[in-house]
Each structure stands twice: as structure tokens, then as C-alpha cells.
């Protein structure tokens, strides 16, 4: 890994670096979009530019990926690797944009440390730097070959479901009536449309329906912004729910993302969701179901009321399958009966030994929900979580 002599020098400009890199992304995207317009148009998601969100994500990655070569020289996190590196792979990136963004990323290093940027700091970043990047290229190229390269498929809307208000459901097939690879509950696929500017923004949608299918289904939450622009408003889901309707045609990538359901014949598993967090623990469910899973499963949800709860019928259906499974849901507003009134509170359920958990929904949530478990007695390693938009959990750990 780290050599030992960059290792003392990452060690000891850590803390520099770490004060500084909210500046170095911020200026690394600035020099990166002005050399190269197109990234920002048709590959990177402008909301989370706007919102500063992306800049956030990158800064807590570089800072986590550095404290972790210096704090266990002889591991990798592989964990952060893969989860960027599915990401990737569905945005289609490929291994010459890395040697664009190093350019970019040390230029505003430079930018803003100065002089405190000698050859012997210049070298050690240098090789965090490609330590990250080279790992990351190696597990794309495995992920771009299992299934069979990135390219972009055009798919076309054979129905369209109003799950809410601002909830739709997209059912898709293949134009080309080729074979459909399937999917592993709980991955997602990227959406890439076309705007009215002529960008084409790329988003990603868990899938949402059951694998095995020769459909797709994703389902769709419309993302209004706030008064104050902490939150843009969603350019690809309003597009979507304005704009797409059956017999129209969007483009797919490959299913990527790595919060599965790996060997769980036996164990018993927690699923619990806030919000649009539902669209993958819908489909674990369903393959749960469809596998005759017989170990306990808890599923839980949080809303701000029924009428929001998207696919809870399919919610309701898929549990009511299993032979084990107990069914909390909460609701801010007009809970009824049998449901729970407020934010989602594990207090009173009981957890059984050897559960693996399943987190997605908002950060807050899923924080909340993660210490809930560990005081239960639930393994950090068996939590495993899933974040829409720019991982900000690394972010919010420095």
C-alpha cells in the first residue's frame, strides 16, 4: 500500500489538507468544468454541483481513503471502493477521466496550499491519489465486465403508475427485444434523458420491482426544491414525471450498486426504509419471498403519512410471504391503526441475535436508526446502507 516515507508525510499534512479540502474541491470543479464544459452538461449531476453536495462527497471520500492508508497501512477500504466504484461504473466512467481529474484536483491543491506544496508533499498526494484511482479502475473494468461493457440501452415505457403525489412508477422493456440480464435486489440502474438545454443528465433509480423479471421498474420520487436553494429542484424527475409517458423511450444503463442480499439463507435481517428509501427493500422482499427466506425478518418504515408511503401495497404483500416477518411502519401524520405515530423508533422492537440490517432513506435516518442497532447488539459490520444522491455519510464522519 502507502510507502512508508509518503505515509509520515500524508500523516503529518493530514490535518492541513483535511482544513483545506473543502477550497481544493471546490476550486478543483471550477478548473475541471472550465476545461471541460461537456462533464458538467452530460455527466456529473448539476443539482449536486449547485448545492455544493458532490464537492462534500468527493472532499469526505479523499479524507476518509488518506486517514485509512495512514491508520491501517496493510488493509483497503474496500467497502468505500466498491460502493464508488458501482457508481462509476453506471455513469460509464472510464480510465482516462482519471488521469483528467488528477490534473485538475492537484492544480487546485497547488491553488490553494501554495508554497506548503514541496516535491515530497507533491509526491505523497501523488500516490494517494493513484492508490485510490487505480483500485477504483481496477474494480470497474471486473464490473464493466461482468456485465458485458457499459453502453447505454434504450428501454420504452410500457406503463406508467401513480404510487403518490409525487411518487410514479416507470415499467420498462427493451426497444430492441434483445435479452434482459437480471438484477440483484436492492442494485439500481442509471437514467440517462435528454433536457430541453440539451444536456443529457444521467440519475439513478433503485429498481424496484421483483428480479427474474424480463421488465424493469424503477420508481421515481419528484424532488422539489426549497425556498432558500439548499435543495435544487430535480431537473431528471421532474422531466420524468412531466414528460414520460407510455410508449416512450428512455435510456438504461446495466443494474450496478453493491447493497445485496448476500448469503442470508439463515440469518435474520432487518430492512428499514424512510421515504423513497422503500424502492430497494420492495424488491429484497420480493426475492425474499420468492426464495421461501424462513429466518426472522423485520421490516421497517418511516412516512409522513400513508397516502406518501409509495408501493406499500407491494410493501405489505411481499412481508405478508414470509413465514417470520413482523411489519412496523410510522407516520408523522394520520398513522392508522396498527401503525405508529412519529419518527421511526426501534425502542420497543425486539431484534434478534445475529441480524444483518439494511439501512436507505435520509442520512438523519439512517443515523438514527444505525445507533438504535448497535445499542440492540447488532454488529457496525452487519449495518449496511444505501444513499441517494452523493454519499454524504463519509462526509459528515470527519
Known amino acids: 500500500m502507502l510507502s512508508e516515507q509518503s505515509a509520515a508525510t500524508v500523516r503529518a499534512t493530514l490535518p492541513v489538507v483535511g482544513a483545506a479540502i473543502g ?6 470543479y471550477a478548473g475541471l468544468f472550465a476545461a471541460h464544459p461537456e462533464l458538467l452538461r452530460d455527466l456529473f449531476n448539476r443539482g449536486n454541483q449547485a448545492a455544493g453536495t458532490q464537492r ?13 492508508l495512514v491508520d491501517h497501512p496493510d488493509q483497503r477500504p474496500d467497502a468505500m471502493l466498491s460502493r464508488i466504484a458501482h457508481k ?9 477521466q482519471y488521469q483528467v481529474v488528477h490534473e485538475h484536483l492537484f492544480a487546485a491543491i497547488v491553488d490553494v496550499l501554495g508554497e506548503a506544496v514541496t516535491p515530497e508533499v507533491a509526491a505523497a498526494w501523488d500516490e494517494v491519489y493513484w492508490l485510490m484511482a487505480n483500485a477504483l479502475i481496477a474494480v470497474e473494468k471486473r464490473l464493466y465486465e461482468e456485465s458485458g461493457g457499459h453502453g447505454w440501452r434504450e428501454w420504452e415505457v410500457v406503463e406508467r403508475v401513480a404510487e403518490t403525489g409525487d411518487v410514479a412508477s416507470f415499467r420498462l422493456r427493451p426497444v430492441d427485444g ?6 440483484r435486489a436492492g442494485q439500481y440502474v442509471s437514467v440517462r434523458v435528454e433536457l430541453p438545454d440539451g444536456a443529457r443528465q444521467i440519475r439513478q433509480y433503485s429498481l424496484s420491482g421483483a428480479p427474474g423479471s424480463a421488465l424493469r421498474q424503477i420508481s421515481v420520487k419528484r424532488v422539489s426544491g426549497d425556498a432558500g436553494g439548499a435543495t435544487p ?36 435481517l432487518l430492512l428499514a426504509s424512510a421515504g423513497i428509501g422503500v424502492t430497494p427493500m420492495t424488491a429484497m422482499l420480493a426475492q425474499l419471498a420468492e426464495t421461501g427466506h424462513r ?14 408511503h409509495a408501493l406499500r401495497a407491494d410493501h405489505e404483500a411481499y412481508a405478508a410471504k414470509l413465514p417470520d416477518a413482523a411489519v412496523h411502519f410510522w407516520y408523522e401524520a394520520q398513522a392508522p391503526a396498527g401503525a405508529r405515530s412519529g419518527l421511526v423508533d426501534l425502542s420497543g422492537i425486539v ?3 445475529g441480524t444483518r440490517a439494511y439501512l436507505c432513506g435520509p442520512l438523519p435516518f ?5 445507533t438504535q442497532l448497535i445499542e440492540k447488539g447488532v454488529a457496525p459490520a452487519d449495518i449496511h446502507y444505501e444513499v441517494f444522491g452523493p454519499d454524504l455519510w463519509l462526509a459528515s464522519q470527519g
Open 56 to 68: 462534500q462527497a468527493l472532499a469526505g471520500s479523499v479524507a476518509a481513503f488518506a486517514t485509512h
Open 233 to 268: 429542484e430535480g431537473e431528471v424527475s421532474h422531466h420524468l414525471h412531466a414528460r414520460v409517458r407510455e410508449g416512450d423511450v428512455l435510456e438504461l444503463s446495466e443494474p450496478y450498486g453493491d447493497l445485496v442480499l448476500d448469503d442470508v439463507t439463515d440469518t435474520p
Open 366 to 370: 439512517m443515523r438514527a436508526v444505525r
Open 295 to 308: 429466518a426472522p425478518v423485520t421490516v421497517v418504515h418511516g412516512d409522513r403519512s400513508p397516502a406518501d
Open 178 to 183: 434483445g435479452p434482459v440480464r437480471d438484477f
Open 351 to 353: 431484534v434478534p441475535s
Open 88 to 96: 462509476h461504473a453506471s455513469l460509464g466512467v472510464t480510465p482516462a
Open 23 to 28: 477550497e481544493i474541491t471546490e476550486r478543483f
